[in-house]
């Protein structure tokens, strides 16, 4: 299993950035996808999910109608477009997969992109 997100950079409050994830290892089609992010000094915090298909998603209170999931499944790629970017945003996000390995349910995370969004 392989996560590599990619697109993070620095942007100024009120800007947009698209992250991107591109996976492979597994059949991405079948598994739920996560954004997940860790500000500096503070702890993990769940930013988005969205099903298989792609017809249902979620979005923590801190990002809802700013930031929107989404996955392209023949390209194997997780996406993430946040608009409206706050300073509090700035975090190292990750792409995270719970996959089902022999019976069991690991979790898969990427290296991570980092965003800063800073004047």
């Known amino acids: 299993v392989q996560l590599v997100e990619s697109g993070g950079g620095l942007v100024q409050p009120g800007g947009s950035l698209r992250l991107s994830c591109a996976a492979s290892?597994?059949?991405?089609?079948?598994?739920?996808m996560y954004w997940v992010r860790q500000a500096p000094g503070k702890g993990l915090e769940w930013v988005s999910g969205?099903?298989?298909?792609?017809?249902?998603?979620t979005h923590g209170d801190p990002v809802k109608g700013r930031f929107t999931i989404s996955r392209d499944n023949a390209k194997n790629t997780l996406y993430l477009q946040m608009n409206s970017l706050k300073p509090d945003d700035t975090a190292l996000y990750y792409c995270?997969?719970?996959?089902?390995?022999?019976?069991?349910?690991?979790?898969?995370w990427g290296k991570g992109t980092q965003v800063t969004v800073s004047s």
């Open positions: 995270k997969a719970i996959i089902n390995n022999g019976g069991a349910y690991f979790n898969y």
């Open positions: 290892g597994f059949t991405f089609s079948s598994y739920w």
């Open positions: 969205i099903h298989e298909g792609g017809g249902t998603t």
